[in-house]
Structure formats: C-alpha cells, structure tokens
C-alpha cells in the first residue's frame, strides 16, 4: 500500500538554528513530489516540486532535496515567520493522474 | 485577487442539514479538486474535475456530490450532514491533470456539524 509519512511530527526551533524534515515515501513510481506550507486557517501554499532523485530544489531559507525513498526540506537558519506546518505530497505512477496522496504534515515552530 | 476563492470560510449547520460550498479559480485552469482534511490534518482527494468532467472519484459517501457548472468553479453539495463530516474542505486547481501539474489551494471551508 502505498504511503508517505513525514517526521517529526512537530519540531520547535530557535532562531537560526538549522534542521531538516524528512518525507519518506513507498510508492509504486514517483511521477513526482510536492512540498507545501500551511499557515493555521489557511491553505497549503505550494513550494516545491521534484521529480527524480538527486534533484534539489531552493527558495530563501528552504532547499528541498530527494532520493529514492525520501525527501528532506533543509531549513538554513530559520525566522519566526518560517513556523508554520510543512506537507508533503506525492503523486504516484500508479496513481490517477492528479491524485496526491499526502503525509500528515510536520508544525514547525521557530522561537526568537 | 485571489486565485482560489472558497464561499463561504465558516459553515455550522445541524445534523441532518444539506449544504452547499463553493469554488471558483481565476487562474485559468482546467481542472479542479476537493479535499477534505480532518482533524489528524491529513489532506484526502475526493473528487477532481477537468473542464467539466469528473475525472477522479474517491470512495465519498454518495451525499456529497461535485457540481461543475464550467471550468472556472467547482461546488460541493452535501445531504444529510453527518457529525463526521465536519472537518475543513479545500477547493484547489491545476492547469491541468496530466503530468505533475502543481496544485493552487483556496483558503479552505470549515465545516461543523452539530
């Protein structure tokens, strides 16, 4: 079955201090996957997106990166507007076309 | 402008209730989508349309249905509410459904259901 799950669940932060979150997913062929930012109340606000391993991906503060099996998004010294609930989403070959199947989301809290 | 408009943002209604949301997108797409996520956050397709025609369909109890008068909107109606339909619907668009075509997602409508 196929399945993407993000980790941490939650990651609090301080103010310039660097991490990264993790997607992993098992899908039957990537056609490709999809980073997205959710602010409370709001609608996931597209990011990224990248199709085949070794591809990396960059905007301000954020670089995407992903492998075979997962994908990380860095964040490099992060600000109090980063804190928000990251998504990731992938669409599968063996999927109908535009269906993305998406993880549960890691909330990012930046302190300063 | 808003690329992705959702009416209305706030719906409380009783069990048992018909109700309706709307989509509209200003972007020029093809094809539109509704989720739903619940309270574990998770982001489930249930229906997505491309200019007019229903393209995908999840297992959605039969009392929702997707009404697409043309390309640019994309209505939810849903009969006889159940509590466990409250959760948050989000109308998105792409500019098509083929290939991996992003996904614009409006502002969401939270539903509860008393």
């Known amino acids: 079955e196929d399945q993407v799950t993000q980790s941490p669940e939650a990651l609090r932060l301080q103010e310039g201090e660097s991490s990264s979150l993790n997607c992993s997913y098992t899908?039957?062929?990537?056609?490709?996957l999809f980073w997205y930012r959710q602010d409370p109340g709001k609608g996931p606000e597209f990011l990224f997106t990248l199709y085949s391993a070794g591809e990396e991906k960059e905007k301000e503060r954020l670089k995407a990166t992903l492998t075979k099996k997962e994908s990380f998004l860095h964040i490099t010294a992060p600000k109090p507007e980063d804190s928000a609930t990251y998504l990731c989403a992938v669409q599968a070959a063996t999927d109908s076309w535009g269906k993305f199947q998406f993880g549960a989301g890691t909330q990012v809290v930046v302190t300063p | 402008d808003t690329a992705v408009s959702q009416t209305p943002k706030y719906l409380v209604t009783q069990m048992g209730n018909d109700k309706s949301i709307k989509c509209e997108q200003n972007?020029?797409?093809?094809?539109m989508y509704w989720y739903k996520q619940d309270s574990k956050k998770f982001l489930k397709i249930m229906f997505s349309?491309?200019?007019?025609?229903?393209?995908i369909n999840e297992t959605v109890p039969n009392r929702f249905s997707p009404k697409s008068p043309d390309k640019a909107h994309l209505n939810l109606h849903i009969n006889s509410l159940e509590l466990g339909d409250s959760a948050v619907y989000f109308c998105?668009?792409?500019?098509?459904?083929?290939?991996?075509?992003?996904?614009?997602f409006g502002p969401g409508t939270r539903l509860t259901v008393l």
């Open positions: 972007l020029g797409h093809d094809t």
């Open positions: 349309y491309n200019n007019k025609e229903l393209i």
């Open positions: 998105a668009s792409s500019q098509s459904y083929r290939g991996t075509d992003t996904q614009y």
């Open positions: 899908v039957s062929g990537l056609r490709g």
